[in-house]
């Protein structure tokens, strides 16, 4: 960790904040509270179930984990390649990761120095998604192979192959029922899945954040955040739309909100400005508003009401990022960015004897 | 108004080759100099040696580091693995599995600095050998193969070009060596466009056209004769044997199963057609395979690219060595520039051509070798720089011209390539 200013300030904060009643979230107070220093640019970012750390996966595939307590860093090492999918069983003891080398670590989350517990060749190429069962005993892969494959996270033993994707799927997520399971592919297909027979239930539509770009012959979109809502009752689906230009990058970032009963879009969430770039997460926030990322042209974390197609609030980050994920406490947000460094946001007001961290973040 | 060859010397109107066999074979397009033109032996025991070249162009520019030149584990190298290859100690990236299989027969040359970042420049480097200059411009290696690899008497075009896009005629690709050894563009793949005759007009009267516009073309000529006129003349022939020839450019006729192992997609589609247009003995086939210029999603995009292109490129290397041809056709895997090492926010990388890679294989290039080498990260080449000027001469003298030869134009001698630059001599037998 290069800078322990702000990880103090973290650890006080966690430290005092109380368990019960949690405090209300308020975006448009958001600001700068950590920021760590991770050595390499992050690609994704996973808040453990308790949480206490937060892990992010870098370019220099080492997963690292920060102590949201007192900021310390530690690095798992043993994937070879990129790590995009991060998820944890209920009780935050074991992480799963899925790397771009097609292969599923399992680490003890929380002991001081993580060591892989176990490494399972998972898929033929990448393995872009990982989740995890509301029970804990499912876990569920997803990857270039164009399969979703279903694990025992007793035995870690295949239980199912779920296949008819005709393209990269790029992520899953189990319903909070555990009953069902849906994924979600490169072209914006999403197939909902019933997990105990794993029969295909049926398909939603997220093509819209996909386009296949003839001038220069080549898919570009995919989902690259998707979450449902606490009670089942939504589905949301993020990534990149209107694109003009695809190997620039030229599009903007969207939200698909699905009603998961009748299966159909509710509404596309964009940005007032038409921001350039892709949502690459989005969670429901259990006050009722969504948050996504954004980046491309500039970064923003974006919050919308789910009955408004524009955010009603956006937070501009210093840095371009391409991850996020919703802490435990429904106050933070910590954000994989490019710059190498995880940085820690929280919607509340600044404490007034804060120190600048926004300033400091900007010069880091 | 009479038009003018560009040096306007009785010399040079009457030493064009032409197409028709009108005039004598084998001379040159301007007197006086050591050009290769004056030199009509040569230039016919390289017409009969039947080598040819094949270009697959990665338009957009190919990373190197995805392909040719891993540097796995660094901090510029991206996500992606390298393997090995059927070369021991050679690897390349693991988007390219197929062709790793055909290294043997393919050489890479990891150490090329061609100091331009622009498309257009970058391109006219790797395709003429030359930066581009205001007062000359040079012809392209596909047009230089038509005029001295291309049999004096074919039919067929010297230089195609299979792309996507539409139909079409290069002939500024041919620079002063004349429009006639231009690229005729199959776009998509599709035979030259109005090659069928029109259902209205019966043989008979396409036959008495010809004949017609034959008398009145040799009348004029006998006075007004120019560079146009020829180039004209040279045209309506062309097509019409074209017409007579256009199943060449079909590749439905290749068996079946050979659409297969080449895929399905167009890519496989235009190897394959490549394949039987450098079987029915074309000069140079180029083929373009779009795109590589992914300053977004710089490794999808590779994913995606690459899977279609290393299948059948492999295909490719392999059946042309299969069918001896190999042995005979020059083949370069190019692009106009390579990509940053510098993986950017967007997961992209940029234009870079301070250090990246090209392959090059068969008509004697060593097999398996590796020129030159960058330095951990990718970020520098460290040993046997070369340009784009040195692979130009290597091609040429893999097909048996003399890379420092001379042309002759507007009566000033102008190098074959450049002659600031020299073959890659550890690549030639």
């Known amino acids: 960790m290069s800078d322990p200013q702000p990880a103090e300030s973290a650890k006080a904060e966690t430290a005092a904040t109380p368990p019960s009643p949690p405090p209300k979230a308020e975006p448009t107070k958001t600001h700068l509270v950590a920021d760590f220093d991770a050595g390499s640019p992050l690609i994704s970012c996973r ?83 990982v989740a995890v069962s509301p029970d804990g005993t499912l876990l569920a892969t997803c990857g270039n192979d164009r399969l979703v494959k279903l694990w025992s996270t007793a035995e870690m033993k295949p239980v199912r ?16 029922d555990g009953k069902s399971l849906v994924s979600a592919d490169l072209k914006g297909v999403l197939r909902h899945w019933d997990v105990a027979s794993g029969n295909e239930v049926r398909q939603l539509d997220a093509g819209k954040l996909h386009k296949y770009d ?28 209107n694109v003009s230009n695809a190997f620039a990058g030229v599009g903007n970032p969207a939200v698909v909100l699905f009603d998961w009963k009748t299966g159909k879009e509710i509404r596309i969430l964009l940005s007032k400005a038409g921001h350039r770039g892709t949502a690459w997460s989005v969670d429901f926030h259990p006050d009722g508003f969504l948050v996504g990322l954004s980046s491309g042209g500039g970064a923003f974390l974006l919050f919308w009401k789910e009955d408004q197609p524009k955010e009603f609030h956006q937070f501009k980050l210093s840095q371009n990022a391409r991850d996020a994920d919703l802490h435990p406490d429904a106050l933070r947000i910590a954000v994989a960015h490019y710059d190498g460094h995880l940085r820690l946001y929280e919607m509340r ?6 120190k600048p961290e926004a300033k400091k973040e900007t010069a880091g | 108004m009479r038009c003018r060859y560009a040096c306007g010397s009785p010399e ?27 030199r009509p032996a040569m230039a016919r025991q390289l017409e009969q040696s039947g080598r040819r070249m094949l270009t697959i162009y990665m338009a957009g520019g190919l990373s190197q580091l995805e392909s040719w030149d891993p540097k796995p584990g660094t901090d510029t190298g991206g996500p992606f693995r390298s393997i090995a290859t059927s070369v021991p100690g050679v690897r390349i990236s693991e988007l ?39 007062s000359i411009d040079y012809p392209q290696l596909g047009a230089v193969a038509a005029k001295f690899l291309a049999p004096e008497d074919d039919p067929l075009p010297g230089y195609i070009h299979i792309t996507p896009g539409g139909n079409g005629f ?20 599709k035979p030259p466009s109005n090659s069928v ?40 022939e062309q097509a019409r044997q074209l017409m007579l020839q256009r199943s060449v450019f079909d590749v439905s006729n290749e068996p079946p199963k050979d659409l297969e192992r080449y895929g399905t997609h167009d890519f496989g589609r235009h190897c394959l057609l490549a394949r039987r247009l450098l079987e029915k003995g074309i000069a140079c086939v180029k083929v373009t395979h779009s795109n590589y210029d992914t300053h977004h999603e710089n490794f999808n995009f590779h994913i995606e690219q690459l899977s279609e292109f290393d299948r059948t490129f492999a295909t490719l290397i392999e059946d042309l060595a299969e069918r001896g041809l190999l042995d005979t056709t020059l083949v370069t895997v190019i692009s106009e520039f390579g990509r940053t090492p510098r993986i950017n926010h967007q997961f992209g990388r940029d234009h870079w051509g301070k250090a990246w890679s090209s392959v090059i294989g068969g008509c004697g290039i060593h097999g398996g070798a590796v020129i030159g080498k960058t330095n951990d990260n990718g970020t520098e080449v460290v040993d046997r720089e070369v340009s784009g000027g040195h692979l130009f001469h290597t091609y040429l003298k893999a097909v048996g011209l003399n890379s420092k030869d001379e042309y002759t134009v507007n009566g000033r001698p102008v190098p074959m390539a450049d002659p600031e630059a020299e073959p890659i001599e550890e690549l030639l037998s």
């Not at chain 1, 750390?53 to 220099?60: D, E, M, S, T, Y």
């Not at chain 2, 197929?98 to 990891?110: G, P």
């Open chain 1, 47 to 129: 808040c453990d179930p308790s949480g206490r750390f937060v892990f992010a996966g870098g370019q220099n595939s080492a997963i690292v984990r920060f102590s949201l307590a007192d900021g310390l860093r530690t690095d798992l090492l043993g994937h070879q390649s990129w790590v995009r999918g991060l998820a944890f069983d209920p009780s935050g003891e074991t992480l799963y990761s899925g790397d771009y080398a097609g292969r599923l670590l399992l680490w003890p989350a929380a002991d001081e120095s993580p060591k892989p517990r176990q490494t399972i060749e998972a898929h033929d190429g990448w393995v872009r998604g």
């Open chain 1, 161 to 176: 192959e779920l296949s008819g994707h005709e393209s990269h799927v790029y992520n899953v997520a189990f319903h909070p």
């Open chain 1, 214 to 241: 003839g001038g220069f012959r080549a898919d570009i979109g995919g989902i690259r955040g998707m979450n449902f809502r606490a009670d089942g009752h939504r589905l949301a689906a993020s990534g990149i739309t």
């Open chain 1, 349 to 354: 007001e600044k404490p007034p004897d804060a």
């Open chain 2, 12 to 38: 040079h109107m009457i030493a064009r080759r032409t197409f028709l066999g009108v005039l004598g074979a084998g001379v040159g397009m301007a007197a006086g100099g050591s050009g290769p033109f004056l």
């Open chain 2, 96 to 134: 390219l599995p197929y062709t790793a299989r055909q290294l043997h027969r393919l050489a890479l040359v990891r150490s090329i600095n061609t100091k331009e970042n622009d498309h257009g420049k970058g391109r006219y480097i790797m395709e003429t050998g030359r930066r581009q200059e205001p």
């Open chain 2, 170 to 189: 290069s002939k500024q690709d041919a620079a002063f060596l004349g429009p006639k050894y231009g690229a005729v563009t199959l776009g998509n793949g």
């Open chain 2, 197 to 236: 005759r029109p259902e209205k007009l019966s043989e008979t009267e396409e036959v008495n056209r010809q004949h017609l516009r034959e008398q009145i073309s040799q009348r004029f000529n006998l006075r007004r004769r120019t560079a146009q006129t020829e180039a004209y003349t040279y045209s309506y």
